[in-house]
């Protein structure tokens, strides 16, 4: 049924389950790999920040020295709903048991391997701004676990040339690879925002200031990420992408809404409505910042929506009775997940 994910992407793709990643900050840097502080000042290097062959090169050596991560696979998991594991083997995702930072630090850098090569070799349709927001996400997640009492500046981001004629199952290629560097947001963010509840909760400012920007900086990421994804014609899209996601392939509705790394990041922001109100009466900007980042995420997943099947096409999670359109549906999702935050307060100049 999915004979094509090989010659796609690099599968499969091990990854963590979210329910089994730290929950704070001391958790986070007690699990951090060892190796995982010489891996970052490798990334950071300004001689490896001149060029994507560079980067790409400096992400194969981090992958490397991080070495093969002791795990097994998980086979029955009473956690695991059939929506979930659809997602999963359509797209080569495998789900392991181990240290599950260390997983998802080799998540992290797999991921960002297979973006780089296509980029390199190919160029990527995101514009600039976009293409720094994807790299920085992959930034920072490497950096910010070696010390989550601080968030990583940013660091120079090589220019990517845009993409040329797009040779057979580029859209594929583009799309399940997108895929997996959204899911592995989906799990940094979920870090980033229940590292900032447990800070709000102890009454610590810099712990907490430090993961809400890890959380915007990562859902710029996912922004950039989705359009990745969507990096392809509407025609490359009916012919290489839409018969993955539909019978005989893929089960009716099937839809990346229920994935497990997107609903783990969606409780994680469903409960943080606290810690931004406490954090925002301190410091306004970080809630500002992520309010921003958040919408514009939405943006952008209608927007590949609207380019891919219009804005009237019906959803996949659409029953016979009902014909939502897609965008429609991401409308609807936007509004529940910005109503989980606080309004950005007003300064008080008094």
Not at 149 to 171: A, N, Q, Y
Not at 231 to 260: C, F, H, K, N
Not at 296 to 325: E, I, M, N
Request: net charge negative.
């Amino acid at each position: 049924m999915t004979d094509y994910l090989p010659h796609v992407a690099t599968v499969p793709f091990p990854m963590p389950r979210p329910e089994d990643l730290p929950v704070d900050a001391p958790a986070i840097a007690a699990a951090a790999p060892t190796a995982l502080a010489a891996q970052a000042a490798r990334m950071s290097d300004p001689a490896n920040r001149t060029g994507l062959a560079r980067l790409l090169a400096a992400t194969v050596a981090a992958r490397a020295d991080l070495g093969p991560v002791p795990s097994t696979l998980v086979g029955d998991d009473p956690r695991e709903s059939r929506p979930n594991r659809d997602n999963d083997l359509a797209f080569g995702i495998e789900r392991h048991d181990g240290d599950p930072l260390a997983l998802f630090v080799a998540a992290l850098l797999n991921a960002q391997l297979g973006i780089l090569e296509i980029a390199e070799e190919r160029g990527t349709g995101l514009d600039e701004a976009s293409w720094r927001d994807m790299v920085a996400g992959f930034d920072v997640l490497l950096r910010w676990p070696a010390d989550p009492t601080r968030l990583p500046g940013p660091l120079p981001v090589p220019e990517c040339v845009r993409s040329g004629k797009p040779e057979p199952l580029d859209g594929l290629r583009r799309w399940v690879r997108g895929h997996h560097v959204f899911m592995v947001l989906a799990q940094g963010g979920t870090l980033a925002v229940n590292s900032l509840r447990a800070a709000a909760d102890a009454g610590d400012e810099e712990i907490a200031a430090a993961a809400a920007g890890v959380a915007s900086r990562v859902m710029w990421a996912c922004r950039a990420a989705l359009q990745f994804a969507g990096d392809a014609s509407p025609d490359q899209y009916q012919a290489e992408i839409r018969p993955t996601l539909m019978p005989p392939v893929a089960p009716p509705q099937m839809s990346g809404l229920r994935w497990r790394d997107h609903e783990a990041l969606v409780a994680a922001l469903t409960g943080s409505s606290d810690a931004w109100s406490w954090l925002a009466e301190r410091r306004p900007g970080p809630l500002e910042d992520f309010r921003t980042a958040l919408d514009a995420t939405y943006d952008a997943h209608k927007g590949v929506c609207g380019h891919f099947v219009g804005r009237q096409s019906p959803s996949l999670l659409a029953t016979s009775r009902s014909h939502r359109p897609a965008v429609g549906v991401i409308e609807q999702f936007h509004r529940l997940r910005a109503g989980t935050l606080p309004a950005a307060p007003f300064p008080d100049h008094s």
